[in-house]
């Protein structure tokens, strides 16, 4: 409205996307139109006849902090964290993924790590250790239901993360982590 487009007109509102927002970035006009979407479908306008173009969401690289940064945000969690944060740095498991592992499943004679229940229709597969994540789970206590990390779930273990980020920021001074 406040670009003047006439909601109920989706051919105004096209014309607003089309002249009005045209230095927006096409996250930004993705978002707007699924939100366009979603109101014209709650009020039964008919949208296409303006043919909307379609806007794909562009993603830059994610940031990955330098190792060094990693390894002393690992060294000041608790002693569960750390693992289950070494295990991720080292598998590139997603949290999910690390969180399924089982305890009896984890070969310690040749330092085999399962991923046997991936995440978004990924394949298992069988990550070598190193010997510093090797001798990090077996001092872990397999819990009630055979799981190698206690967390409830990804929400909990992330909401720990942190809490435990936040102190490490302000122990270690390293604002980047």
Known sequence: ISNGANHFDPL????MFTETLKDKTDARKYCLLKAYKAFANAYGIDINAAKFKKYKPTRGLPYIP?????????ASCSFEMAAFLQTLKETAARP???MRIQGEEVNFVQNHLPIKHP?????????????????MP????????????????ERVAAKTLQEMRKR????????EL
């Open 12 to 15: 105004s509102v096209k014309t």
């Open 168 to 175: 490490a920021t302000i122990k270690l001074g390293i604002p």
């Open 66 to 74: 330098p190792e060094p940064h990693m390894d002393a945000l690992i």
């Open 138 to 153: 077996k001092a872990l206590t397999i819990n009630a239901n055979g799981k190698l990390f206690r967390y409830k779930n």
């Open 96 to 98: 999910i993924e690390a």
């Open 119 to 135: 995440a978004k229709n990924c394949n298992p597969r069988m990550i070598r250790m190193t010997e510093k994540l090797a001798s």
